[in-house]
Nanobody, 115 residues
Framework: QVQLVASGGGLVQAGGSLRLSCAAS????????MGWFRQAPEKQRELVAT???????NYADSVKGRFTISRDNAKNTVYLQMNSLKPEDTANYYC?????????WGQGTQVTVSS
């Protein structure tokens, strides 16, 4: 089992920045890659960014050039640095871990971008 705790959401004006954190604990060795997803009201959950064990990253087109996913192995933590935020980035952001046929989800952290 893997436990994920997300933090760092909040209210920010358009053009501002936030950094989300996702601390993982438990069976860390079983994780192949981790990612951030988001879900806005009345919309489906969508992929934001992923990072693999080898630090290969992948981003949704809508966030490329603005968001950066990274990780600190010593702290078992994955970060999502979000710059140049737009109102359309407003959503509940979830971190997730995938490996060995299982997936784990943290609780959401709300990001609200005002215009």
């Amino acid at each position: 089992q893997v436990q994920l705790v997300a933090s760092g959401g909040g209210l920010v004006q358009a053009g501002g920045s936030l950094r989300l954190s996702c601390a993982a604990s438990g069976s860390i060795f079983s994780i192949d890659f981790m990612g951030w997803f988001r879900q806005a009201p009345e919309k489906q959950r969508e992929l934001v960014a992923t990072i693999t064990r080898s630090d290969s990253t992948n981003y949704a087109d809508s966030v490329k050039g603005r968001f950066t996913i990274s990780r600190d192995n010593a702290k078992n933590t994955v970060y999502l640095q979000m710059n140049s935020l737009k109102p359309e980035d407003t959503a509940n952001y979830y971190c997730a871990a995938f490996g060995r046929g299982s997936n784990y989800w943290g609780q959401g952290t709300q990001v609200t971008v005002s215009s």
